[in-house]
């Protein structure tokens, strides 16, 4: 599957995959970290839940049941690059 993915790069800070989207797109992290962030309301603050390193997938529940993303997805580190798949 990685054969068709293009290689992104991402600033720190920058947000890949925003809650409660409809995703087309499949993640793995190639380099570099990613903040995986979670609101309970659109009111409070986002809550850091886990740290996806080096080979960690993302966006794989959302992609495959069309359901709205569960969390956010923010660069960690400056220039933290994805695989990315659109399918």
Not at 57 to 69: A, C, V
Request: aromatic share 8%; glycine share 6%; charged share 20%.
């Amino acid at each position: 599957l990685l054969t068709n993915a293009k290689v992104m790069k991402f600033p720190q800070d920058t947000v890949v995959l925003q809650q409660g989207i409809i995703n087309n797109y499949l993640y793995r992290v190639k380099s570099g970290s990613f903040r995986v962030m979670k609101q309970k309301t659109e009111s409070e603050k986002p809550l850091l839940v886990h740290v996806l390193e080096h080979g960690a997938i993302f966006g794989e529940m959302s992609f495959l049941g069309k359901e709205p993303t569960s969390a956010s997805i923010v660069s960690n580190s400056n220039q933290a690059e994805l695989w990315v798949l659109e399918i």
